[in-house]
């Protein structure tokens, strides 16, 4: 049983379990990512070394050779191969701290929608666990699967809206829809009707020209 610090969804958390148990890590770190690169609303699994995460977010992030800031086109890369093509003094840096913590290797996924990255995930290995042989290779494999499985259920994007003509409150509905809530769920969130929230649903298929929830989520996925 894996404890989890921070909310997630199912599919978030299934990704997460998945990428953890594939490449046998210790832990992982889900976050989102905002538009100005800045990382927010961190779910990590039980296994991140106590203080890390304290330590990372009062100023080691700015140190971080794996910060989305530094993915370029890459959608995934690891702390090991990174640092030996390019070891600069702030990448030994981090390096140095997260040793000291017990971590012996991260390998940081990237996930992106509409060409922006939006949200990350990071395993990581403790210097007691058996890193696989052939990890870039596994990564390869499950990138998209973990990518297309946590962007669908996060948020649109701010410009969906306009691009469909959604209202504030379809919006949300919408939002709610992308995280797998029910309509019961998504009526308990916005204290509205059950009624209420059937009548969203069908003005927003009839907006976005779909027929089903998954056909919402797929579009707001989708690059445009």
Same mark, same amino acid.
């Given at each position: ?5 921070? &909310?997630?969804?199912?599919?978030? !958390? =299934? ?18 990512? @905002? ?12 296994? $991140?070394?106590?203080?890390?995460? @304290? =330590?990372?977010?009062?100023?080691? *992030? &700015? #140190?971080?050779? #794996?910060?989305?800031? %530094?993915? !370029? *086109?890459?959608?995934?890369?690891? /702390?090991?191969? !990174? ?21 012996? @290797? ?7 929608? *509409? @060409?922006?990255? $939006? ?43 306009? &691009?469909?003509?959604?209202? %504030?409150?379809? /919006? ?21 009707? #059950?009624?209420?929230?059937? !009548? ?7 907006? /976005?020209?779909?027929?089903? &929830? ?6 707001? %996925?989708?690059?445009?």
């Amino acid at each position: 049983m894996i404890a989890w610090l921070g &909310r997630s969804d199912p599919a978030t !958390t =299934q990704a997460a379990q998945f990428a953890r148990g594939i490449l046998e890590g210790c832990a992982t770190a889900f976050y989102e990512v @905002d538009s100005d690169l800045n990382l927010n609303r961190f779910v990590l699994s039980s296994g $991140v070394p106590s203080g890390f995460h @304290d =330590q990372y977010l009062a100023g080691m *992030n &700015r #140190l971080d050779p #794996l910060h989305p800031r %530094s993915a !370029t *086109n890459q959608p995934f890369a690891r /702390l090991s191969v !990174t640092i030996g093509q390019c070891a600069t003094k702030e990448a030994l840096t981090y390096r140095t701290f997260a040793g000291q913590c017990g971590i012996a @290797d991260i390998i940081e996924f990237f996930f992106r929608r *509409n @060409d922006r990255i $939006v949200a990350g995930m990071s395993v990581l290995w403790g210097s007691g666990c058996r890193i696989p042989d052939g990890t870039m290779n596994i990564a390869e494999k499950i990138h998209d699967y973990l990518e297309f499985n946590v962007t669908s259920r996060l948020a649109p994007s701010p410009d969906e809206p306009a &691009r469909y003509g959604l209202t %504030s409150r379809e /919006l949300e509905v919408v939002e709610l829809l992308c995280c797998g809530r029910t309509n019961r769920e998504i009526g308990e969130c916005l204290n509205i009707g #059950l009624a209420t929230v059937k !009548t969203h649903l069908i003005h927003i298929f009839e907006k /976005l020209g779909v027929e089903t &929830r998954s056909a919402v989520v797929a579009l707001m %996925s989708r690059p445009h």
